[in-house]
């Protein structure tokens, strides 16, 4: 394999008949290309799978064998509607997911543009620090934080996921930004501030709009944790407060649901993610890059 | 890092240095995130260790006491939290090996930049936006030897056990560890594609010249450069897998018997499913110490190596 690939880089061959060079390039593209739809197809179908079998009445989907023929069906998604509060269970993702999405920018935002500018030598370590919070075990926080909102009175609520998933959340907006205000040219801020512009307005006015597609990111990974988040979720809120993962979960459990209802269900929970994905592709890609470098 | 321009103020309205007010307006914007932080992630943390050495349950919070190190003590000589020890291991630098050779694999396939390949990066990573939960699902039904896609056909035809690949104790945790391969290879891919494309051209160019064959360029060359540039990443990518929990608990629940139990899964069942917060932060507590060894390992190896590359 890796004769291919280190011609891919783009490095110049010289030498040899260059006609032939040229046919052996496309050939050794077209071969790259074949495995790697190949391997596309390896990642896409268990999803489309799982997706698809919404479309199946249950005799087809316990077919033995399993059959790739089946007569398409609406009633699984109808039966989705029967058994489940749907616009009740997206409003409470919804909700959760905003909330810690807001809160953590509001918080992560200025701390990262803090540590970026700060001349003191210990704001790397800062940064540091935020980043080992992401890293802590999940389960360490999860039981006396569980403890501690059955105390306030706050478990059950939106409010105990919102601020443990913020927790988290803020602490990989401040990484993430520390790095985009790093990235991002210092010298514009210093002339406003010579102006006479003040600190606060320099950041409103110049500081941020330059990092646009680093708070674009950033939301997008706070609204993809807290959605797809069961953990905390599972524990923290009530049959009124669920958000759709915890549905689907104890919708696994019971007999009346058919995995037919589950595929319907999953297009809920999994679709809203996948295509914000594919719409800010550019700012997603250029965040995952960014934010563990 | 250079100097600010220091504008010297003279209304009295800013008595205070502008340096001290410059220091103090940026101290301000990051103490919120620092607070809430240390409320709400490191103060449960500090509250769980001190948990650890209580023998608290939910169930009997009349009854609790200070017991010392027993709930350690006892974690040392139960079976399960040894198993769970191996397993998570095992799923950690397995997942994450594979991970890092499928992933090198295909950003070496990705890696001339065109829009076919920048459209099928972009479909890879659907894989990564997936609801954890729902790959576990995914995965549930499609390997169940009953009715799945891939598991009826690999028990009909003697590959995996009766029960499936999930149901033997023999391959569960081998196919946990390839679900997570499946959810986390694309992203492994992309990080190391980003590595590659920040490679200096003109070295390539002059290996190349210097008649290094592709297979010695690759390994003088490509990796060594790329190495330094995505330890972090794959640190990371390795706690996350040490403390994987959706996956496993949907799919297997950590079974059979404890054929796929981890410290993360035991410890939440332990905690939340049978409420004993003391044992349960025992070992949430020494999942934290095991994380801190690797942070502290990989502070050790990445400061000399950035010295060395300057």
Redesign the interface.
Known sequence: ??????????????SAGKQGMRRAEARS?LY??V???V??A???L??L??LS?AYKPTRD??????TLLFSPTWSNFTSVFRYFDLPELLWSSIVISLGSTVLSL???V??G???A????RGAVG?AYF?L??R??????????????MRDIGLLGTWWAVI??N???N??FV?WMMYAYFRSSP?SI??AA????CN??RT?LTVALPAVVPGIIASAIFCV?FS??D??FAM?LTRAETKPI?VA??SA?GTKDIS?GT?GAL?HF??LP??L???FL?RY??QG??KG?? | ?????L?I?RSPRNAMPYRT???L???L??A???V??VL??????A??IV?SFFDYS?LRPASTSYVGLDNYRALFSDTTVRTALVNTFLFTFGAVALEFLFGL??A??????DR??RI????????V??????VG???K??LSP????IG??AA?WGLSGEHGFLGETSSALMTIIMIDV?EW???MA??LL?G?KS?P?DI??AA??DGAR??Q??RIV?LPLLLP??F??LV?RM??A??V??II??STGGGPGDATDT??IY??KQ??QFFN?GF??A???V??IL?GIM?VIFILVVKPAEARNG
């Open positions: 394999m890796a004769r291919a690939i280190v011609r891919g880089g783009g490095v110049p061959s010289g593209i790259r290309r495995a790697v739809i391997i596309l390896v990642f896409l268990p999803l799978w799982l079998t989907i316990f077919a033995t064998p399993p509001l918080l992560g200025p701390a543009y803090a540590l500018r700060a001349k003191f800062v935020f080992a919070i890293t802590v075990p999940p389960v360490a926080t999860l039981i006396p934080f569980y403890i501690l601020l443990i913020t927790s988290l803020c602490a401040v210092i801020e210093e501030l010579t102006d006479g600190d606060w950041f993809m959605w797809n069961f953990l524990f993962s689907l979960l696994y995995w589950l999953a929970s999994t993610i996948i914000m994905m594919l592709n997603f890609v995952l890059t563990v470098n | 890092m250079t100097d600010l321009a504008p103020s007010r410059r220091r307006f940026l101290l914007m990051v919120p995130a620092i809430y932080v709400i992630a490191l103060w449960p943390l509250q769980g948990y939910l694999g295909l070496l396939l990705l890696w001339r930049d076919f390949n099928c990066l972009s479909l890879l990573l659907i894989p936006t997936v609801t954890p939960l729902v699902l995914i995965f039904a499609m009953d009715y799945g896609a009826y056909f009909e499946w290879t694309p992203l992309l990080i980003a590659l490679l051209t390539l160019e190349q010249v592709p297979l360029r690759f490509v540039s995505t972090l990443a990371l706690m996350d040490f403390r929990f959706d608990f949907v410290l993360m410890s939440v905690g939340l917060v349960a932060s070992i949430a507590s999942m934290t994380i942070a």
